[in-house]
């Protein structure tokens, strides 16, 4: 019998429900480069990412039987503010030009492996008291692969944006929430 009890789905909310605008991402760019503090700041919007598994289907006597093959790899989009001194997006151009420098063609010397020229991102979601972060998701070996465009404007005043597309090996997420794990269903 299904529960329409307004009490009881708001009991499930003890806290009321996370809000999408208590977050903060943050950038770990390589050793050798200027990583910018004020990310965490200027960072306007982000996702938690999505966790895709692909499906495998194996023919049997013609029947086809999906199983769970690899991981599908995916991409992290942020988008930031851009202050007056340009310095987010200039540090990220600056890590694409030596990634790939646009005149010569080439990387730059010494960013040979992976180490050398990735960094780490990290998201975290915060509680509306502010004390603790509840969920964090950090992205390893990553690298921005794409710095959007600009719009110049004069019909509007609105503060300038940009996207970020970040490319990754793998993340992982550190919830510190108490949820129950699914009981597994008896055959």
């Not at 499906?55 to 991981?71: E, H, K, L, W």
Request: proline share 4%.
């Amino acid at each position: 019998m299904a529960d329409f009890s307004a009490t009881t789905f708001l009991t499930k909310l003890a806290s009321g429900g996370a809000l999408q605008s208590l977050f903060e991402a943050t950038v770990t760019g390589p050793s050798t480069l200027y990583t910018p503090t004020d990310f965490k700041f200027m960072c306007k919007t982000t996702s938690f990412p999505i966790s895709t598994v692909e499906v495998t289907p194996v023919s049997y006597m013609g029947r086809s039987i999906n199983i769970p093959g690899n991981r599908e790899v995916q991409q992290w989009t942020t988008e930031c503010y851009n202050d007056e001194s340009h310095q987010i997006r200039s540090s990220l151009l600056g890590w694409l030009n030596q990634l790939n420098n646009y005149e010569t063609n080439k990387r730059t010397k010494g960013w040979t492996t992976t180490e050398k020229y990735t960094g780490q991102l990290t998201v975290s979601q915060f509680t509306k008291s502010g004390a603790e972060a509840t969920n964090v998701v950090t992205f390893y070996d990553a690298w921005p692969s794409s710095i959007g465009e600009i719009s110049l404007d004069w019909e509007t005043s609105e503060i300038q944006t940009f996207e970020v597309t970040w490319e990754f090996s793998y993340w992982d997420q550190t919830a510190t929430g108490t949820a129950k794990k699914p009981e597994k269903k008896k055959d």
